[in-house]
């Protein structure tokens, strides 16, 4: 399983739904999860994938969540999926909010500035 490409299969989605993971109790959880927005995880890729995320969700303070679900106002974090989250150069900006856009440099994930 390629945690890069799954995450870009989330779409416009992938912060709710990276946050949602973030929240799973089971691999399980992480199954419907991905069935409730149109992915196939199996419970093996499932389990690997929870793994992941217990691991990093014991590391992450409070401001790095945000900064993976778009809330920081760091220049830059890590992200779950072990790239950088970095202000986009050129600049590129929310159109209903205003605020500065961060992406991850690995797998794309978008957010802005709380």
Excluded at 95 to 108: E, F
Aim: one cysteine or more.
């Amino acid at each position: 399983m390629n945690v890069t490409e799954l995450v870009a299969q989330l779409g416009e989605t992938r912060a709710q739904v990276l946050l949602r993971a973030l929240k799973c109790q089971t691999a399980e959880e992480l199954v419907d999860l991905a069935r409730e927005n149109g992915l196939s995880v199996s419970q093996e890729e499932a389990g690997e994938l929870f793994s992941l995320l217990a691991a990093r969700r014991d590391e992450l303070s409070d401001a790095e969540l945000d900064a993976v679900t778009g809330g920081s106002g760091k220049s830059s974090r890590e992200c779950f999926c072990g790239g950088t989250i970095q202000p986009t150069d050129p600049p590129e900006y929310h159109p209903v909010h205003g605020a500065h856009i961060y992406r991850c440099t690995k797998c794309g994930l978008e957010g802005f500035p709380g």
